[in-house]
């Protein structure tokens, strides 16, 4: 069975580490393929201002055009609800009609955090998670929680560590070399002036400068 990565995130803006993690995820997790999946409305950031979905997937269209293994989905452009990754999932496994095998990849910071995220024990059970450990978050809390529910570290390679429970869902903790670049940072960056270009794909900086996102007047 074909596994194919799904890579969501707010990408506002999608930047290099994140081409780092798809990356590191296609050498080290035997994942065939990586969707990226921009969140029209993340449920984390609801009061927060976010660049407008079309912005988001145009910005992640233009930064993986160059990728064969990688592609862009617009399936929670399509939904006035908020971007729960369990329906996400869910809509992806239906439209596949269950002959593929998805895993989810997410920042060590945000896996932390999964018992806010909702239906998050049916989540696990659905699908299999990719946890990227990122550059100043020490991977032991992560193991500690996996521990903590049950997963059971198996034999695999020093770049990713596999590990299983007994209900058969499945968690690969990536520990490949990724940089830190902040997205709120890259922000900050552009309206304060600061450098930022050598953050983001060429193409990705050119969208930013034709639209004049993230300036101080705009957000």
């Not at 950031?45 to 293994?69: H, N, W, Y």
Request: aromatic share 10%; proline share 5%.
């Amino acid at each position: 069975m074909v596994t194919i990565g799904v890579l969501g995130g707010t990408f506002d803006p999608i930047h290099k580490a994140h081409l780092q993690v798809a990356t590191a995820v296609l050498t080290h997790c035997s994942v065939e393929r990586i969707i990226f999946v921009p969140a029209a409305v993340p449920p984390h950031k609801t009061r927060a201002v976010v660049s407008p979905i079309e912005r988001r997937l145009e910005m992640v269209r233009v930064a993986v055009a160059g990728f064969s293994a990688f592609a862009v989905s617009d399936i929670e452009k399509r939904n006035d609800r908020p971007s729960y990754t369990y329906n996400t999932l869910t809509s992806l496994i239906e439209q596949t009609s269950g002959t593929v095998r998805f895993s989810f990849i997410v920042g060590s910071d945000m896996f932390l955090e999964i018992e806010t995220w909702y239906r998050w024990r049916d989540l696990l059970r659905s699908a299999g998670f990719i946890v990227a450990v990122r550059a100043g978050y020490p991977s032991h809390d992560v193991v500690a929680l996996l521990d903590h529910y049950g997963y059971v570290r198996e034999p695999s390679g020093t770049a990713s560590v596999r590990y299983r429970r007994y209900d058969g869902s499945e968690i690969h903790l990536l520990t490949a070399p990724i940089d830190a670049i902040s997205a709120t940072d890259i922000r900050e960056r552009i309206r304060s002036g600061a450098p930022w270009r050598h953050l983001v794909p060429p193409g990705v900086a050119a969208v930013i400068d034709r639209h004049h996102l993230y300036q101080a007047t705009d957000q």
